[in-house]
């Protein structure tokens, strides 16, 4: 398939789900209050043009500085168990039950440790976006053919040496999948944090607050911006593997890629 065809099968299928709720909507007779049409949403979207724009600049610069946060932390947090496996044992679990944990019980206590402003939305952004990198990063370094460290070995290389030369090379695939996924997660991390309380602003305190004044249609809004604000991250993070990681693009045979 030519490449400006490739969108096209979503496209369609796009069309047709609005053309579905659009009638719906029109032949039911449900309260445009409970659910709007995507008409209604669209007027949203130019109606409160300025709210929603403003909305945007706050919860897209927490949904940057929160990935690029938990991607920090997550490769750092990964490095380490890799190379020290007691370490390992004793993080690994606690990584796991750290998704565990609602937004809304620590929240409250990073407002108290932090203040309300930017921080503690950075932080719980990381927390749970930073998982997903963990996760791959470990998958694709154990992944990595165990020939490969021998035969560094065999030319006198240390761990580190055989982790930046042959390790880390091959497990970057894993790692943007991660970032892929971390985009996600960012984004779901970065509506919780606002509705959580941390402060006011930002497209969540709209989907938290809008449906309450009976603006719906302006909630649906948000949540467009956000599904398609996340789509064009994902989209930037493919462009970049495919630029940067050449060798390891496969176009098909992977949702992710």
């Known amino acids: ?51 929603l724009w403003s909305s945007f600049l706050v919860s897209a610069s927490e949904i940057v500085l929160g990935a690029l946060l ?3 932390a997550a490769l750092a947090l990964a490095v380490a168990m890799h190379f020290s496996r007691a370490l390992r044992q004793a993080l690994y679990p606690l990584t796991i039950a750290s998704q565990a944990i609602p937004v809304p019980i620590f929240a409250p206590l990073l407002v108290f440790w932090l203040g309300f402003g930017l921080s503690p939305k950075l932080v719980v952004i990381a927390v749970v976006s930073f998982f997903s990198i963990v996760i791959t990063f470990l998958a694709g370094l154990a992944s990595i053919d165990p020939a490969l460290p021998k035969l560094m070995a065999t030319f006198d290389a240390g761990p580190w040496r055989t982790f930046r030369l042959v390790e880390l090379p091959a497990a970057m695939p894993s790692l ?13 991390a970065d509506v919780l944090a606002e509705q959580a309380g ?10 938290l607050t809008a449906p ?25 993070l493919t ?10 693009y496969r176009p098909r045979g992977d949702v992710l890629r």
């Open 1 to 51: 398939m030519r490449r400006w065809l490739r969108p096209l099968p979503a496209l369609l299928v796009l069309a047709a789900l609005l053309g579905a709720w659009e009638l719906y909507v029109a032949l039911s007779g449900v309260d445009p209050i409970i659910l709007p049409a995507p008409h209604g949403v669209i007027s949203a979207l130019y109606d409160d043009r300025d709210v």
């Open 212 to 236: 309450a004044q009976l603006l719906t249609a302006e909630a649906f809004a948000a949540a467009l911006i956000l599904s398609l604000f996340a789509i064009l991250l994902f989209a930037l």
């Open 70 to 72: 938990a991607a920090v």
């Open 239 to 248: 462009v970049a593997e495919r630029r940067l990681l050449p060798w390891a």
């Open 176 to 188: 943007v999948t991660g970032l892929k996924l971390t985009v996600t997660f960012t984004v779901i």
């Open 198 to 207: 941390t402060v006011n602003g930002g497209l969540g305190y709209i989907l």
